[in-house]
């Protein structure tokens, strides 16, 4: 088998039962455990600009070679707290409003990504078959192609790819395609997202775009290559969560959980503090439940797991105090001497615990304003106890909502209809939670982690005619133009 090796902005080696949180980095690390190879990125340390740069430092552990670098002060403002935290990810999420336009950092994205480039292509062997990772490192791709690797390169987005209109708000919209269209695959959460890129490719004269005869693929024919771009859904390590959550059901913070709800059911949302996953639309709905359906009071409790992330970011700031408030009103308002309606914790905690408390759970609430995928709403299934299962509830803007269709799902700007599905939600009799549990379920065995990981792998070594695993994804309904 060919060297994996992947590369993304953060390397984050974690060792058993230390939490993790963040989504690309759990999907890498289950990637990785499997079949090993080699991951390339920042190791999280900053550097002052006068410190010699000691390039990548390398060890080793599970099977994966871990070749990791510190960034400079001024190259994380610029690059990471700057052009990708406050420019694209913004913009990735529809949120215009928030994104910031500045040439600075745009230089420090590609003065970073020039950096990885030549950190990285010293380290690779002709038949590395090298996979990409995230928005961050979008130019990576065409500048080992300028240091001659001529190597199999991928790529892989793990935030929605906005419409065409909203991308080329951004000054440097055509020249981030032109530099995707480097790269030999390039790969997304949703059959939107890819004919969203698509169009994009077509507006700015990148490449000629056809659909492909596996009709989950499409062909982009620039003067340099063909690049396949294809829908590869992510997904969770099903079997392992499954087991995971009997095993945390007897444990002691399951256990303390359950005694501290002294009977009362459980909502529950986990997510990184961040103003795309609907935080504050989130508590007004859990406040629209309590007041619509007053029967509640002192019979429901929700708990809000949302670890801090990106706190350098002044909106990273501005939502956590925001949400500190909300949470404060909430349960001043309504909260009894025996009864706290909002537990707001900004911590993390192990995979195992968190497997418990989403088994717990008689609902998930996962309600974000735009989404990739949504891993959480993944794993709050694979947690539940088949025989006596929760009920999702999930914004339609999650990538999730595209199969997880046994979920009820909801507006998360229509506050009263998040209330009136999450009043429908905890009272489900049993029959219809199997139903709608079997189907999600039965669709995160067939489809999980290990197979998006040999999905990608596949197509990347399949060259353009990489067609693997096409016969599990629904069919897409590509636009005319690209027939
Ligand atoms: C990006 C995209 C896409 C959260 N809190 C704790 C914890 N987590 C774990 C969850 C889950 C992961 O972090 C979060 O993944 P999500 O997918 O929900 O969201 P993002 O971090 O925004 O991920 C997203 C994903 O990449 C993958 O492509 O789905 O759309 O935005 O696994 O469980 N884990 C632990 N303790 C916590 O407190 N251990």
């Given at each position: 088998?060919?060297?994996?090796?992947?590369?993304?902005?953060?390397?984050?080696?974690?060792?058993?039962?230390?939490?993790?949180?963040?989504?690309?980095?759990?999907?890498?690390?289950?990637?990785?455990?499997?079949?090993?190879?080699?991951?390339?990125?920042?190791?999280?340390?900053?550097?002052?600009?006068?410190?010699?740069?000691?390039?990548?430092?390398?060890?080793?552990?599970?099977?994966?070679?871990?070749?990791?670098?510190?960034?400079?002060?001024?190259?994380?403002?610029?690059?990471?707290?700057?052009?990708?935290?406050a420019?694209?990810?913004p913009l990735?999420h529809y949120r215009l409003d928030l994104a910031n336009f500045?040439?600075?950092?745009?230089?420090?994205?590609?003065?970073?990504?020039?950096?990885?480039?030549?950190?990285?292509?010293?380290?690779?062997?002709?038949?590395?078959?090298?996979?990409?990772?995230?928005?961050?490192?979008?130019?990576?791709?065409?500048?080992?192609?300028?240091?001659?690797?001529?190597?199999?390169?991928?790529?892989?987005?793990?935030?929605?790819?906005?419409?065409?209109?909203m991308?080329?708000a951004?000054?440097?919209?055509?020249?981030?395609?032109?530099?995707?269209?480097?790269?030999?695959?390039?790969?997304?959460?949703?059959?939107?997202?890819?004919?969203?890129?698509?169009?994009?490719?077509?507006?700015?004269?990148?490449?000629?775009?056809?659909?492909?005869?596996?009709?989950?693929?499409?062909?982009?024919?620039?003067?340099?290559?063909?690049?396949?771009?294809?829908?590869?859904?992510?997904?969770?390590?099903?079997?392992?969560?499954?087991?995971?959550?009997?095993?945390?059901?007897?444990?002691?913070?399951?256990?303390?959980?359950?005694?501290?709800?002294?009977?009362?059911?459980?909502?529950?949302?986990?997510?990184?503090?961040?103003y795309?996953?609907?935080?504050?639309?989130?508590?007004?709905?859990?406040?629209?439940?309590?007041?619509?359906?007053?029967?509640?009071?002192?019979?429901?409790?929700?708990?809000?797991?949302?670890?801090?992330?990106?706190?350098?970011?002044?909106e990273?700031?501005?939502?956590?105090?925001?949400?500190?408030?909300?949470?404060?009103?909430?349960?001043?308002?309504?909260?009894?001497?025996?009864?706290?309606?909002?537990?707001?914790?900004?911590?993390?905690?192990?995979?195992?615990?968190?497997?418990?408390?989403?088994?717990?759970?008689?609902?998930?609430?996962?309600?974000?304003l735009?989404?990739?995928?949504?891993?959480?709403?993944?794993?709050?299934?694979?947690?539940?106890?088949?025989?006596?299962?929760?009920?999702?509830?999930?914004?339609?803007?999650?990538?999730?909502?595209?199969?997880?269709?046994?979920?009820?799902?909801?507006?998360?700007?229509?506050?009263?209809?998040?209330?009136?599905?999450?009043?429908?939600?905890?009272?489900?009799?049993?029959?219809?939670?199997?139903?709608?549990?079997?189907?999600?379920?039965?669709?995160?065995?067939?489809?999980?982690?290990?197979?998006?990981?040999?999905?990608?792998?596949?197509?990347?070594?399949?060259?353009?005619?990489?067609?693997?695993?096409?016969?599990?994804?629904?069919?897409?309904?590509?636009?005319?133009?690209?027939?």
């Amino acid at each position: 088998m060919d060297r994996l090796v992947i590369i993304s902005n953060r390397v984050a080696p974690v060792t058993e039962g230390k939490s993790q949180a963040g989504g690309l980095a759990v999907a890498i690390l289950e990637a990785l455990r499997r079949q090993g190879g080699i991951w390339f990125g920042w190791n999280g340390e900053m550097i002052e600009e006068e410190q010699t740069d000691p390039g990548p430092t390398i060890t080793e552990s599970e099977q994966i070679t871990y070749a990791t670098m510190p960034l400079k002060r001024r190259d994380l403002e610029e690059y990471y707290n700057g052009y990708a935290n406050a420019t694209l990810w913004p913009l990735l999420h529809y949120r215009l409003d928030l994104a910031n336009f500045d040439n600075a950092t745009y230089e420090g994205y590609r003065r970073v990504n020039a950096l990885f480039a030549d950190r990285l292509s010293p380290m690779l062997r002709d038949k590395d078959l090298v996979w990409v990772h995230d928005y961050h490192l979008i130019p990576l791709g065409s500048e080992l192609r300028q240091r001659g690797c001529r190597q199999r390169i991928g790529f892989f987005l793990h935030t929605p790819w906005p419409s065409s209109e909203m991308w080329q708000a951004l000054p440097a919209h055509a020249e981030l395609v032109r530099a995707l269209c480097a790269y030999d695959l390039v790969g997304f959460h949703t059959a939107d997202d890819l004919n969203c890129f698509a169009q994009c490719v077509t507006n700015t004269g990148a490449g000629a775009v056809e659909v492909m005869e596996d009709g989950v693929s499409l062909r982009i024919v620039t003067p340099e290559r063909v690049v396949t771009g294809r829908v590869f859904p992510i997904s969770i390590d099903t079997a392992h969560l499954e087991t995971l959550a009997r095993q945390a059901a007897r444990s002691s913070h399951t256990r303390r959980l359950r005694d501290s709800l002294v009977g009362r059911s459980l909502i529950i949302g986990v997510d990184r503090l961040d103003y795309s996953k609907g935080l504050p639309q989130r508590f007004n709905a859990f406040q629209e439940l309590l007041e619509r359906y007053p029967q509640n009071q002192s019979r429901v409790s929700f708990l809000q797991i949302a670890p801090p992330s990106r706190s350098d970011v002044t909106e990273y700031q501005q939502i956590r105090r925001e949400l500190e408030t909300m949470a404060g009103h909430i349960n001043g308002h309504y909260a009894e001497f025996d009864w706290v309606p909002i537990r707001y914790l900004n911590k993390s905690f192990g995979r195992r615990t968190l497997a418990g408390f989403y088994r717990h759970a008689r609902v998930g609430l996962v309600t974000p304003l735009r989404d990739g995928m949504n891993l959480v709403a993944k794993e709050y299934v694979a947690c539940q106890n088949p025989e006596d299962p929760g009920v999702l509830v999930l914004s339609r803007f999650a990538g999730a909502a595209r199969e997880m269709d046994g979920a009820l799902i909801v507006n998360p700007y229509d506050t009263a209809e998040v209330a009136e599905n999450l009043q429908r939600a905890l009272h489900m009799g049993l029959e219809e939670r199997l139903e709608r549990h079997a189907t999600m379920i039965a669709q995160l065995r067939r489809y999980d982690i290990t197979r998006w990981r040999e999905d990608f792998v596949a197509a990347l070594e399949g060259g353009n005619a990489g067609n693997a695993g096409a016969e599990s994804l629904p069919s897409i309904d590509f636009p005319r133009q690209f027939a």
